[in-house]
């Protein structure tokens, strides 16, 4: 009932969508009547026509004013320039990208193209534009191709690229339109925040972004942050040791029927361990059996009479592949002890969660996810002795790539390579957080409403879905079940066999590089020529994609979507050219193509998302071209085994009499992966925004840091602000040994003195002092200590002048704050790793850790104060020169790693940390709740001030 009325009150007044489209429609009429007007300009009045517009804009006309005239402008210079004009829809899908949408654009309809028109108008502000690409190939592929549009309308372009020269990639900041791929955008706004000057660094304001492949980047991606880290001090001999012990661990499955004590049969029919009949058995009797043998009792089948039990030997650990974790079994924890202290890993009665031990259980998980979850050639692959991550939505290899936490090592260690250092944080940002820094961001892709909700929410984007500009005419055919993977692969070969007999090019769409080199394995065997497109293969990948579209080519891809290159039918035009073939030969092989049907897509299992296997599909049927689709699916897949409940279906089928070879079309089957996929989505998404709400709150202290350090950069003397610091260490200092408004008799005189000389070296007594003038009060104390403070730093300014000692002033308070916040990162990790244990005690781990997050933050404020008031006061400085040795001290852009690594998935995190063995530069943890130096001492009986007692 409630969607009749849904959908009456839908067709009544219309989808947002629909009423959308149709406020862009009144806009298109009024850019099509500035059409003829525009083309009598000459190439010299468009460009006057530029400038007209700028100075429009800045004496106050709004950008929706001059849009009609901006928009008419792009369509007449891509005339001119490139021979393609801007159709209606795609004039549209501009307005959507200007007013900060996402336009959800089918592939092939130019999205390319469609980005300039925003692109050119809000360039018109002075501000730079920067369009986002997914890599480096593809930011100068769309500069090459768009870039003289720009031009020709008066606009300057860069290109930003990973390994640029600096004054290449400042001159390309510079630019009125950018384009630079997500990683060295975030890589860049965190690199400008290590910077020691202004000049140094490379970004401007961050006005108006356009994302390309924006599902890609702000989806997919949000969950691995962006780090910039540095080497760590940890041994690498650990990792090898560990890795030796991981084979002797096995795995625990999750038993399917019920367990020991849960077992409601009172007689069973049981089987030992390797399924061989023990006869009847009372279920009392049964227990006793299992407990003396070290095994499980679980009840395996019901259906006979008695039920079947079997005893079952416990693993060691178990693994929870949604999430990528592995946690020890108790049986697991006992085994692993007993192989660590063989090991001489373990003192002998030590426990493996002993908190001097943390760096071992460290160092085992990561071991054991290492061996039971990463999988060669599905994760990652081999190349050149170095362990290459494999992009799981794009198949894409990530060269330079290094997974976090320790779990790189551990690959490292399983595959027998070279073991590399364990790297620490010096800055990260996760894009979700990056990208909400733009005044205005808006994008494009084919498939974003599946997405729509999770756009809304984290980025406050609305998803426009642009009509085509010409019907779809692709066939999308109904999926295909088997029982086998066998099966489903057979039917796989003979419908690439019947397509390719027809004169149909045929994309095939694996998930893995495992599954690609399978299949290709067995198109071999059956003398079928054809082509791979995956993570080891993708230098090959622009010509691979240029050949798939011609008849009977049969093409291979892991995660072909978001490739970016359109597959044209016939072949790519440009490339039959440079092989001598005329026009008439490439239409000649197009219209072969178009009569066999057009691109087949054959997709060999459904991904994890919806959206994924949408982008599949839309490789075929661009512009208008006839295509199908069909998706080949098995029980066995990994979708169906995680997620559904692939065994239960499975033997419902058998027993229904279903062959391996034979097919099943069914909506039950369609609900069912549908609802597996929707779980998967789900799931991630609540990744995504619990690592967001965990990151917003280290997000806001990161805003407060790098402003600070933009205001120090940019200021000429920080003299003042150093005085008003002093004074407040000073009294904070004083705090510690005279209470505020306390008699003289509490007062600690001699710790006072003695502290007074270590953070500011200020040598005096203040028994004497006090015994010299009997009328002295607190206040006079206070006064007096700041101003010999205030004394002695006028003397050594003195000495080495005023000039070195502003520089060395705003060069330490830089290094101070980038140390501290160093340490403070890795610091809030750790806290993070461990905040879940809290809701144990009846506590909310995301309060808890905001509260705590905000102390420690706060502590760490007061240290770089500290820490630079007590350093000024020390420091000797014989030379100018002797600022640089200060400044390049902290300068933490040497040997520096850009990593875009997974991001630790804090829900399922148990028994898991990488805190080391505690040393000097192990940032600060605070393991018990803070106690303020005034209130009554909890750590013993004595009555006294905390400040007095024990935290002296």
């Not at 009547?33 to 804009?57: A, F």
Request: hydrophobic residues 35%; contains cysteine.
């Amino acid at each position: 009932m409630f969607n009749f009325f849904y959908n009456f009150f839908i067709e009544l007044l219309g989808s947002r969508n629909k009423r959308l489209l149709k406020s862009y429609s009144k806009s298109v009429s009024r850019i099509n009547l500035l059409e003829s007007e525009i083309k009598l300009l000459t190439d010299e009045d468009i460009l006057q026509k530029t400038n007209e517009l700028r100075l429009r804009c800045s004496n106050g006309e709004s950008l929706e004013d001059l849009l009609p005239e901006a928009f008419a402008m792009v369509r007449e210079a891509a005339v001119r320039v490139l021979g393609l004009r801007l159709f209606d829809v795609q004039l549209i899908g501009g307005m959507a990208l200007h007013n900060g949408k996402i336009a959800e654009m089918r592939t092939g309809e130019g999205k390319t193209l469609v980005a300039t028109l925003p692109a050119y108008l809000n360039s018109l502000t002075g501000n730079g534009v920067h369009i986002v690409t997914v890599n480096d190939y593809l930011a100068q592929r769309d500069s090459d191709w768009m870039g003289p549009v720009y031009k020709f309308l008066g606009l300057s372009v860069g290109v930003v690229k990973g390994g640029q020269d600096p004054l290449d990639k400042r001159e390309a900041y510079k630019a009125d339109i950018t384009y630079a791929t997500n990683n060295e955008l975030g890589f860049d706004y965190l690199r400008d925040n290590l910077a020691f000057r202004v000049e140094d660094k490379f970004q401007n304001n961050l006005s108006f972004a356009i994302v390309d492949e924006v599902d890609s980047i702000l989806v997919d991606e949000a969950r691995t942050p962006l780090i910039i880290s540095g080497k760590s001090d940890e041994s690498t001999n650990l990792y090898g040791s560990i890795n030796s012990l991981v084979p002797n661990l096995n795995i625990h499955e999750i038993p399917i029927g019920k367990v020991n004590d849960d077992i409601d049969a009172t007689r069973l029919s049981l089987l030992d361990i390797k399924g061989n009949s023990l006869g009847i058995k009372k279920i009392d009797e049964a227990l006793d059996i299992s407990k003396e043998a070290n095994c499980h009792l679980v009840e395996i089948d019901t259906t006979t009479n008695p039920s079947t039990c079997q005893l079952i030997i416990p693993g060691d650990f178990t693994v929870d592949e949604k999430s990528k974790q592995a946690h020890l079994t108790e049986e697991g924890h006992e085994k692993s002890e007993k192989l660590l202290e063989r090991a001489g890993l373990l003192s002998s009665g030590e426990s493996l969660y002993d908190a001097g031990n943390i760096r071992l259980m460290h160092h085992l998980n990561s071991a054991l996810r290492a061996h039971a979850l990463f999988k060669k050639e599905v994760d990652y692959i081999v190349k050149q002795g170095e362990v290459v991550i494999v992009d799981e939505f794009t198949g894409r290899t990530m060269a330079g790539r290094r997974w976090s936490d320790g779990l790189h090592q551990a690959i490292e260690a399983k595959e027998g390579l070279n073991i590399k250092e364990e790297n620490q944080t010096v800055a990260s940002i996760t894009f979700q957080n990056y990208f909400r820094l733009y005044e205005k961001l808006s994008g494009m892709t084919g498939t974003a409403d599946t997405e729509a909700f999770e756009f809304q929410q984290i980025y406050g984007l609305e998803v426009a879905v642009i009509p085509t500009n010409l019907p779809m005419a692709r066939k999308d055919l109904p999926d295909l079940v088997y029982l086998t993977q066998k099966g489903k692969f057979d039917s796989i070969i003979k419908d690439i066999n019947e397509s390719k007999v027809k004169g149909q090019p045929i994309l095939v769409g694996t998930t893995s590089i495992e599954t690609s080199e399978y299949l290709s394995s067995l198109l071999k065997k059956k003398n079928i020529i054809h082509r791979v497109l995956n993570a080891k293969y993708h230098e090959q990948e622009a010509e691979i994609v240029e050949q798939a579209g011609k008849p009977g080519t049969v093409t291979i891809a892991t995660n072909m979507a978001g490739r970016g290159t359109d597959i044209v039918l016939g072949g790519k035009f440009n490339s039959l050219l440079s092989s001598d073939n005329d026009k008439s030969e490439w239409e000649k092989l197009n219209q072969e193509v178009i009569r066999a049907g057009g691109l087949h897509i054959i997709g060999t299992e459904r991904h994890d998302s919806r959206r994924i296997d949408n982008q599949l599909r839309g490789r075929s049927g661009r512009q208008g071209d006839p295509g199908s689709s069909r998706f080949y699916l098995s029980m066995e897949d990994n979708l169906m085994r995680v997620f559904g409940d692939p065994e239960k279906t499975k033997n419902l089928l058998s027993r229904a009499g279903m062959q391996e070879d034979e097919a099943i079309e069914s909506k039950i089957l369609s609900r069912q992966i549908e609802r597996a996929q929707r779980k998967v989505e789900a799931h991630n998404f609540d990744i995504r925004k619990q690592l967001l709400e965990y990151d917003d709150v280290t997000n806001d202290q990161r805003k407060v840091v790098y402003k600070q350090r933009t205001e120090l950069m940019s200021s000429e003397n920080i003299s003042d602000a150093i005085t008003s610091i002093r004074v407040e260490v000073v009294n904070q200092v004083i705090d510690d040994f005279i209470e505020p408004q306390s008699i003289e008799e509490t007062w600690d005189k001699k710790g006072l003195t003695k502290a007074l000389d270590q953070n500011f070296g200020i040598q005096v007594s203040i028994h004497s002092l006090l015994e010299s003038d009997h009328s002295l009060t607190e206040t006079d104390i206070r006064e007096y200590c700041i101003d010999r403070a205030e004394e002695e730093y006028r003397e050594k300014t003195e000495k080495i002048g005023l000039e070195v000692m502003q520089n060395l002033e705003k060069n330490l308070m830089l290094r101070n704050l980038d140390t501290h916040w160093k340490e403070h990162i890795g610091a809030l990790e750790y806290l993070r790793q461990g905040i879940h244990l809290r809701g144990y005690a009846q506590k909310n781990p995301k309060q808890e850790y905001k509260r705590e997050a905000f102390e420690m933050f706060s502590d760490m404020l007061d240290r770089v104060k500290i820490d630079t008031v007590s350093t000024l006061s020390k420091v000797q400085i014989r030379k100018p020169e002797d600022v640089d040795a200060v400044r390049s001290s902290g300068k933490p852009l040497k040997n520096m790693n850009f990593n875009h690594a997974k991001a630790p998935v804090i829900a399922s995190q148990k028994n898991r940390s990488s805190r080391d063995t505690v040393d000097n530069k192990s940032p600060f943890i605070r393991k018990n709740p803070k106690v303020g130096r005034n209130e009554i001492c909890p750590e013993c009986d004595s009555g006294k001030k905390y400040k007095h007692c024990c935290g002296k």
